[in-house]
């Protein structure tokens, strides 16, 4: 279907809509609309695998709504780091549909599909295996929560950071549905459509069906692209999302199905820092100020590389999610899963063609590093089966889990070293390897809260058994095999206390598990294989919730001890091949988070929450400079990738009463987070990596515009938005490829706004 077409189609859409007989808002629904807007929105989690209040939750968990995600214009899962603390995450560096996520300090910057994730991710309780597949555009959400700290029992893989959960919206049993039209500066155009089919007769079946399109321009000018369009940051998204949802007395059937595909080029990596070497090496190339000119200590908006075609990638799930209620004391639960993500191509460009030196080889082209037209693939597989249950005071869920993810990756790479101001290597490598995994789980938990206490007092506690198996065949650069089995027995035990209805606090101590696996990258005389990730946390928290849910306060402190934390330290070397993973290092994350929420006088919600974490080494084992060949303990020179010490934001946010024509809403935000590293230390090589560090990131949003627009009988929401309002230009990742010779850093999109219109009906 061609761009226009897809325009012309949500237009008459549009207006369709307008000129329906579709019902107006009923009374109920302006009755409650008129609630939230005198209190707080009361919102529902299943942290613990069962439906229960936020406030009533005993463990560190920030809950985002589809009020509050539409409300701040958040389309795709790296800005949920603007609304909750302690959290960040980012589009993944050089992949376009790839994200780098960190709860608590805990996270990976590393895209290998042989690596696990400490964060793991879900779309209604389906685990997403691969990180490089994660950035993809939220469609038709519920909800979105973040539960903080090792989730070692109840979630589908063992994770030591944390887990990203989205709860999709079910079917409405009303026929109904929205549009969605924008538009925006660098010539953002986004499109969207739901359909509820309402229920089909009396079948007890009702099913959504909603697509999205997003597209823009890129953020940074290509000198050498034939197009603003294929300049980085560029992108033309399509999004597909279905939900069928049967229910028939106690027994009921949920299949969904979402597809992503994402075409354009990641953020731009503007080069910063150079050696002496390499500076004077291409002040004497012929046309070498081509790519000299890209290199600033400051941003640059205009950069001249390699233009390739763009990154292609591919992301589509199916589930299916079957429930009985047996009796009012005991469900059976089953979730199936099947994912898959393509990446082909995936090449990433960091110097300009047309660049001539001085070669061991005579005379060539150079340029300091290409990723060629990289491919990679996975199709995973899980099984779960859950019994949920009640037993007079007691509660439990029990459950077993199967996982299976295959996958394989080409890539080629070509650099150029730089051996003198007047001579230089080119040189080539090819990593490709095989992998398959496997994993197997047993899990149950259970709380107990005594009505003789009157139901004050809850103790919870959960075991979960992983076994993993992983294999490798890994046929360049090194060719090797690779097969282990990992094994884990994970603990959660929480003791909670309800004060007074308003008022509960908690104590936790629980473990987790992150799976050991194999770093492709490493060469020959490097380790191939890392340990297994340990963590054990303690917690405590409150919660708490006054004046008729006017004012809602969230706080939780926790010290968190890794053992074997897997680290990766990413160096280039003088062939052209990257490796330098550890596994070995020890460390503690210590630190707290609060979010606090009022709604002062009707209408105004005021928002805020701040994360802080200062982890600090045991043991981090590093190459000794002084003596090469040895090693020596590093601890206390080495920094943590990508982790802020802290994270904060705040928003004012005023919806009005009814003028007529609509209710004004009016939202205004602000986001902090402190510098970060982006490499551990220099003792692999990364002599640059002090200088690529971030600032600070700061950031202002704004929206104004009406809302429920009352028009034939439709509802019509219209809003103007600025996003990044200062234009800051915020580095949120570094590259310093070691030998060599350069460091690079990425940054976040520039000051976008833009026009929205929906319409509901």
Same mark, same amino acid.
């Given at each position: ?29 302006? +009755? ?17 695998? &069962? ?7 005993? @463990? ?7 009020? +509050? ?17 302690? @959290?960040?995450? &980012? ?27 400490? #964060? ?18 939220? #469609? ?51 499109? /969207? ?16 069906? /909603? ?18 369009? =294929? ?47 390499? %500076?004077?090496?291409?002040? !004497? ?21 390699? *233009? ?54 005579? @005379?060539?082209? #150079? ?60 040189? =080539? ?11 197997? /789980? ?31 065949? &890994? ?28 008022? +509960? ?61 897997? @680290?990766? %330290?990413? *160096? ?28 002062? #006088? ?46 904060? !934001? ?60 009352? +028009?034939?009988? /439709? ?47």
């Amino acid at each position: 279907m061609t761009r226009k077409a897809v325009w012309s189609m949500l237009a008459g859409a549009s207006l369709a809509a307008l000129a329906s007989g579709a019902s107006a808002q009923t009374a109920p629904d302006q +009755m409650a609309a008129n609630d939230q807007r005198s209190g707080l929105e009361e919102i529902v989690v299943t942290a613990r695998r &069962q439906a229960e209040n936020l406030q009533t939750t005993p @463990v560190s968990v920030s809950a985002v709504s589809e009020k +509050m995600l539409e409300r701040a214009n958040i389309t795709q899962i790296d800005r949920i780091t603007a609304l909750v603390p302690n @959290v960040s995450i &980012q589009q993944q560096s050089g992949f376009l549909g790839g994200n780098t996520a960190f709860i608590r300090g805990i996270g990976t910057q590393e895209p290998l599909l042989t690596v696990d994730s400490p #964060v793991g991710i879900y779309i209604d309780g389906i685990y997403v295996g691969r990180s490089n597949a994660a950035n993809f555009a939220l #469609v038709d959400l519920q909800r979105v929560e973040v539960l903080r700290g090792p989730q070692g029992t109840l979630f589908g893989r063992n994770t030591t950071g944390g887990a990203i959960s989205m709860t999709t919206k079910d079917p409405s049993k009303e026929m109904g549905g929205a549009v969605k039209l924008g538009i925006g500066n660098y010539r953002d155009r986004q499109a /969207a459509i739901r359909f509820d089919t309402g229920e089909l007769g009396g079948s007890g079946i009702a099913a959504t069906l /909603a697509y999205q399109h997003l597209q823009h321009n890129g953020f940074t000018k290509n000198i050498f692209a034939p197009s603003k369009a =294929s300049s980085p940051g560029g992108l033309n998204s399509d999004a597909v999302w279905a939900k069928v949802r049967g229910e028939w007395g106690d027994f009921s059937a949920t299949y969904i199905f979402d597809y992503n595909d994402l075409q354009g080029l990641p953020l731009a990596q503007q080069p910063r820092f150079l050696s002496a070497n390499v %500076q004077a090496y291409y002040t !004497n190339a012929t046309n070498g100020s081509r790519f000299l000119n890209n290199v600033s200590q400051s941003y640059n908006g205009t950069l001249g590389t390699f *233009v390739n075609e763009r990154q292609h990638v591919k992301v589509w799930g199916h589930g299916l999610t079957l429930e009985y209620g047996a009796s009012d004391a005991i469900r059976f639960k089953s979730i199936t899963g099947f994912r898959s993500y393509r990446g082909d191509p995936l090449g990433s460009f960091y110097g300009p063609p047309g660049v001539f030196g001085p070669t061991t080889t005579g @005379v060539q082209e #150079v340029n300091p590093f290409l990723s060629i037209d990289k491919v990679e693939e996975t199709d995973q597989v899980s099984q779960e089966f859950q019994i949920l249950g009640n037993a007079g005071d007691l509660k439990y869920v029990a459950g077993l889990y199967y996982f299976k993810e295959d996958g394989s990756t080409t890539n080629p790479s070509r650099s150029t070293f730089v051996l003198s101001p007047v001579l230089a290597s080119n040189t =080539s490598s090819v990593l490709q390897f095989e992998f398959k995994s496997q994993s197997y /789980a047993a899990f149950g938990q259970a709380s107990y809260s005594p009505s003789a206490l009157d139901n004050k007092l809850e103790l919870t506690a959960g075991v979960r058994y992983t076994k993993d198996k992983k294999q490798v065949n &890994q046929i360049r650069t090194v060719v090797r095999r690779g097969n282990n089995t990992f094994n884990n027995t994970s603990f959660n035990a929480i003791v909670s206390y309800k004060f007074t209805d308003s008022v +509960m606090t908690y104590a936790r101590y629980g473990t987790g598990y992150r799976s050991g696996g194999f770093n492709t990258r490493a060469s020959a005389t490097q380790n191939f294989v890392f340990l297994p990730e340990k963590a054990k946390t303690i917690e405590a928290g409150i919660k708490t919730e006054f004046f008729d849910r006017r004012l809602r306060w969230n706080a939780a402190v926790f010290n968190t001890d890794y053992s074997n934390l897997q @680290v990766t %330290q990413f *160096v280039t070397t003088t062939g052209g091949d990257s490796g330098g993973f550890t596994s070995n290092a020890k460390a503690t994350f210590k630190g707290f988070e609060a979010e606090l929420q009022a709604v002062p #006088v009707t209408g105004l919600t005021l928002s805020s929450s701040l994360g802080y974490v200062d982890p600090k080494y045991k043991v981090f084992i590093s190459p000794n400079p002084a003596a090469p060949g040895t090693f020596f303990n590093a601890a206390s020179q080495s920094e943590f990738p990508y982790v802020p010490k802290w994270t904060a !934001n705040a928003s004012a946010q005023y919806e009005g009463e009814d003028i007529g024509f609509g209710r004004p809403l009016a939202r205004l935000a602000y986001s902090y987070m402190s510098n970060r590293f982006f490499h551990a230390n220099q003792f692999s090589g990364n002599a640059l990596y002090r200088n690529i560090r971030s600032g600070a990131n700061r950031r202002v949003d704004g929206r104004i515009g009406l809302t429920e627009v009352p +028009m034939a009988s /439709a509802k019509v929401d219209i809003s103007f938005y600025v996003d990044n309002i200062f234009n800051k230009h915020n580095i949120i990742s570094g590259i310093d490829f070691g030998a060599l010779g350069f460091a690079i850093n990425s940054y976040a999109p520039p000051r976008r706004y833009g026009l929205d219109l929906k319409v509901s009906f």
